[in-house]
Structure formats: C-alpha cells, structure tokens
C-alpha cells in the first residue's frame, strides 16, 4: 500500500495545478486520473476546448514554471475588447495601451495548457503520477483517508482533494450538499473563419437570447466563439446546413468582421451552475468545479473562467469522477 501526504483525484488543469504548486513544500503528492494527456501537433486544427488567460492566470502559470512552455507550442495574445449591445447604443471598446499593459491575455487551446502542467508534474520528484487510474471506493479514518482503485491498488493520504469536475464523485461519496441552479441557456461553440482580420482584439455582442463572444485564435482569420442560446435555438443552430449557420452567425454578430464561416464541428452544452454548500470535510478538500461550477456565458452576461476573475471568459473541459468528462469548467487562482 501507497502512502502520501496529499492525494489529488482529477489531473486536468485544477489537479495539475495544484500538484505544481505543492511542489517542493516538503509534501507527497500523488495525482490520480483515467487518461495520460497527449502532446498537441503543432500542425494540428484548433481545439475548440480553449481559454482566455489573463494577467493573474499568466503570473500564476509562470509562478507553476509552465507558461513559457505553453507560449513556446500554441498562444494567441490579444490586446484589446469590444462589448456591444444588439438592440441599442451600448458600447465599451479599450485596449491595453490605454490601460498601460504590454497585453491584455492570451486565447490558448485547454490541451496545451494541460500536457504543459502534465510535463512539469511529470519532472517532479515528490508528485507521483498514477495514470490510467480510477477510484473506486473511498474511506475516511481519523488519521488517513484510504483509496482503493478498480485495479485494486490501494493508497493512503492524509489529505484527499477533489479535482474531479462537476458531477465530482469524491464530492457524492462525503454527502456534501449541492446548490444548483439552471440557466436555461445552452452554449454553442465551434471554431470559425472570418472574413476580416480579427486584430487581435476580443469581441462580445449583447443580443435578445443571450451573448456572443468571439476570441481570436493565432490565425489572424480564425476565432472561438461561445454562442448562448435558449435550448431550442441551440438545437436549431447545431442542425442546420453550414451555409444557413454561416448567415445566422454573421448576422447576430453585426457583420462585424464580415462573412464568417464553420471551420469545425459544432457543440452544444447545457448553461448551468453548482455550489457547494461546503468546501472542505474531514481529510477532504474540494477544488475547482468539484468546488463551485459557472457556465462559460450566462443568459445576460459573460462570466471569468479561466484561473479566477479577469479581463475575459473562455471556456474548458473538465473531469468529472470518476472517467468522464464535462463542460465547461474553470480553475480558481485560490486553489
């Protein structure tokens, strides 16, 4: 049997993060996840899982010793915003320049950002990475909480915590309530090619049934969008011909960058929200959406994601517990 000071069960980015951070306090660390991460291609299309990293998100990163490895493989740095409303005259435009910043973020595809955390875990002589691997059952004595796997392997801790996502099963098995609430909205997202050069500049429209955000990606013609939708439109826009969804979009986002076109498949997820009551228990720790879970795009506003509140939103997948995955989700600077 196994025994460590800490057992993290989650290794996307909230678990890796903080198996990163406790590295070199003198603890044990142990990471517990169902999939070993693959590196990206370079050549690869982009991933339509993506995040907006702001200037807390960058300092924690490079604190974790990980940002100079992602901006090496795949980052889009932005400068500026515009926030408009649809139906009115409503319009908030600023860039870095005039808020005295080198840059106002970073767009960067949830894979890299995860193999970048994996790699450094991975050179950590205290983090044990224990990948495939899936929990099984949970007990919690007065000194140790004791894990067993589906392999049966066993492992003692003395401090369990929870990166399993949303739907946490470590969060089920400590019976900690739950608040929930739905935002009945959906999320569209999906990769697309304008017309116009992007200019590096984040955009977000108001309009009747939602938002829709357009983050640029590397690619001066290529952005991520998140589009909030009430469930019926959703399903009606994720149907539909290219062509019809290519007008649709151009339309709702004020021909904005002119004619904008699918450059990817089409996803859809359920806008909604948890919170729990409770945060830590006995030998028992909750962090990320395990902890508190948002929508990417609510139905009158645009939430932070990404590594706590910022400049922007972006959007991720996350684990839930125990192998299966979730989205969206976020990773708190307060880990």
Same mark, same amino acid.
């Not at 940002?67 to 649809?86: L, T």
């Not at 840059?103 to 205290?126: C, F, M, P, R, T």
């Not at 830590?280 to 902890?291: I, K, N, T």
């Given at each position: @049997? ?6 993290? #069960?989650?290794?996307? @980015? #909230?678990?890796?993060? #903080?198996?990163?951070? $406790? ?16 590196? +990206? =291609? &370079? ?6 899982? #993506?995040?907006?990293?702001?200037? *807390? ?11 100079? &490895?992602?901006?090496? !493989?795949? *980052? ?7 926030? /408009? ?11 870095? *320049? ?18 970048? $955390? ?26 140790? %909480? ?8 066993? $492992?003692?801790?003395? +401090?369990?915590? =929870? ?8 969060? &089920?098995?400590?019976?900690?309530? +739950? ?20 200019? *590096? ?25 998140? /589009?909030? +939708? ?26 904005? $960058? ?7 498949? !089409? ?23 395990? %902890? ?8 009158? !506003? ?24 979730? /989205? ?8």
């Amino acid at each position: @049997m196994q025994s460590v000071d800490v057992a993290i #069960v989650g290794g996307g @980015m #909230v678990g890796l993060a #903080v198996a990163c951070g $406790l590295q070199g306090s003198g603890l044990r660390v142990a990471v517990l996840d169902h999939v070993v991460p693959q590196p +990206l =291609a &370079n050549d690869a299309s982009p991933q339509l899982r #993506v995040s907006a990293i702001n200037a *807390a998100s960058e300092k924690l990163l490079t604190r974790l010793g990980v940002w100079s &490895n992602i901006v090496a !493989r795949r *980052a889009s740095c932005y400068h500026g915003m515009e926030v /408009w409303d649809k139906d009115s005259f409503g319009r908030i435009t600023f860039d870095d *320049a005039s808020m005295g910043y080198s840059h106002l973020g970073h767009i960067v595809e949830n894979s890299v950002i995860h193999y970048a $955390l994996w790699q450094k875990a991975q050179q950590a002589a205290d983090i044990t990475l224990m990948a495939p691997a899936e929990l099984q059952q949970v007990a919690w004595g007065e000194n140790d %909480a004791f894990l067993t796997l589906k392999d049966g392997a066993m $492992l003692t801790a003395r +401090l369990v915590i =929870a990166a399993d996502g949303a739907n946490s099963w470590l969060r &089920n098995k400590a019976d900690i309530p +739950l608040t929930f609430w739905d935002y009945r909205h959906h999320a569209l997202v999906a990769t697309i090619r304008t017309e116009e050069p992007h200019g *590096a500049v984040a955009r977000q429209v108001f309009h009747g049934e939602g938002i829709l955000a357009f983050l640029p990606l590397s690619d001066p013609h290529l952005c991520s969008i998140v /589009w909030s +939708l009430s469930p019926q439109d959703a399903e009606r826009m994720q149907q539909s011909g290219d062509e019809a969804f290519n007008q649709a979009l151009t339309i709702a986002f004020d021909n904005r $960058l002119g004619l904008c076109r699918l450059e990817s498949e !089409r996803q859809v997820f359920p806008l909604t929200g948890r919170y729990a009551r409770q945060f830590a228990a006995h030998r028992l720790a909750l962090v990320g959406d395990a %902890a508190h879970h948002h929508p990417s795009a609510g139905r009158a !506003r645009r939430q932070p994601r990404l590594y706590g509140r910022g400049r922007t939103g972006g959007r991720s997948a996350s684990a839930s517990a125990p192998g299966q995955r979730h /989205w969206p989700t976020s990773l708190s600077p307060s880990l």
